[in-house]
């Protein structure tokens, strides 16, 4: 195939569909591996502009993304019952072997005594117990620090507010986020980008069982606020909130979290545009830049922010879980702002943005453009191209 790629944005834009295109994922295939056609194994990009620096630096960047969409479509489609919570540790610690990348993983006995109640909440009725992986890269003359949140349900079956069966059968994808942050810190290593980057992956399964969290428990999250359970299928939301808190006391110059958070996105803006909820204008057009997205930000089109607020005032703890059905996106997102820390000059809360991929980070369809049938290694490309920003800004 030949296309054009006279400058540096061509030929980042030829290598990048080329590579992302070429995925296939056939870990759980058998008798059938062999009748499958295997997906293009080499790309060569001719152009008269090949001795450039710039041009070579894009055709690296390229390939270091497109690995980390392939890892984060790796995780998203492996089995659950492949990847519990320790399992998906374990992975990202295996990824992170040999680059300057490191990995702390925190066990439920840790959890319990730094008292990380959401995660341990949402995760106590499943067999497999929570974990929550830390991934730093701090290079040195690192000028900003950005810190990465990513949900880790590595399945969802609603809890003991259970889904629908025909609810579950994707949600094995609900630790996209998760694994797009993981694998997004480490393509920012490999990059050697001059900026420091802090992921966090709160992991549980959220499953229904004897010792489950039951409908109106009160749960205390990392930091100590107090959370009613109105409904156990908002889980997403209770892990986060131990997260945030935690890479708020790193005082990081903007936060991010990614996360399959509500089905309302889904409904709001279909299944291939994800949502972006933030406290400060930057943040929420950067994010736009780079990826396919709706924005409400603090001076854009979220005007209705107190009184959903309002909606999640709990009679017995800080806050309830859930608020009003109608407009569930932005409740979602209102809940987590609560969680997001202040700012070491007192000007208000840290630079925050919320993005829900509820929809993008999964096709269910048939496949499109570069985008494959499952999972899409969405946003990947949209955090490191922030932490790429943050260098040069």
Not at 85 to 93: C, E, G, I, L, Y
Not at 155 to 162: C, T, V
Request: aromatic letters at 4%; proline letters at 5%.
């Amino acid at each position: 195939m030949a296309l054009p790629a006279e400058d540096v944005d061509q030929v980042t834009a030829v290598a990048e569909g080329a590579l992302i295109g070429a995925y296939e994922f056939t870990r759980h295939r058998g008798r059938t591996a062999a009748d499958r056609k295997p997906p293009v194994a080499a790309v060569t990009v001719l152009t008269a502009v090949a001795r450039d620096k710039a041009v070579k630096a894009a055709a690296e960047h390229a390939a270091a993304v497109a690995d980390a969409v392939h890892l984060t479509r790796d995780l998203v489609n492996t089995a659950p019952g492949d990847l519990p919570p320790a399992a998906f540790a374990d992975a990202v610690v295996a990824a992170a072997k040999g680059t300057s990348v490191k990995v702390t993983v925190l066990d439920e006995k840790a959890l319990a005594k730094g008292g990380y109640g959401g995660i341990l909440g949402v995760g106590q009725g499943s067999s497999r117990p929570p974990r929550l992986v830390k991934l730093e890269y701090a290079p040195r003359g690192a000028g900003s620090h950005l810190a990465f949140v990513g949900k880790g349900i590595t399945f969802d079956s609603g809890g003991l507010s259970l889904k629908p069966p025909a609810g579950m059968e994707t949600m094995k994808s609900d630790m996209a986020g998760g694994a797009a942050v993981a694998a997004a810190v480490l393509a920012v290593a490999r990059l050697g980008l001059a900026v420091r980057v802090t992921g966090w992956v709160p992991l549980a399964e959220n499953m229904p069982s004897g010792t489950a969290q039951r409908p109106s428990d009160v749960l205390t999250t990392y930091g100590g606020r107090t959370v009613e359970v109105l409904n156990t299928d908002a889980e997403g939301r209770l892990v986060l909130a131990d997260a945030i808190v935690a890479a708020s006391e790193e005082h990081p110059d903007a936060i991010v979290d990614v996360a399959t958070l509500t089905g309302h996105q889904v409904l709001a803006l279909g299944a291939r545009v994800g949502a972006i909820m933030s406290n400060d204008d930057e943040p929420a057009r950067a994010g736009a830049r780079h990826r396919r997205a709706w924005s409400a930000s603090r001076r854009g089109r979220c005007r209705c922010r107190s009184s959903l607020r309002a909606s999640m005032d709990s009679a017995v703890a800080d806050i309830a879980n859930m608020g009003e059905r109608a407009g569930g996106m932005l409740v979602a997102g209102l809940f987590l702002k609560e969680f997001v820390g202040d700012r070491t000059d007192g000007e208000g809360q840290i630079p925050w943005a919320h993005l829900d991929i509820a929809g993008p980070s999964f096709n269910e369809g048939k496949p499109w453009g570069y985008t494959p049938k499952g999972a899409t290694g969405c946003t990947v490309r949209t955090l490191v191209g922030l932490a790429t920003g943050a260098v040069s800004a």
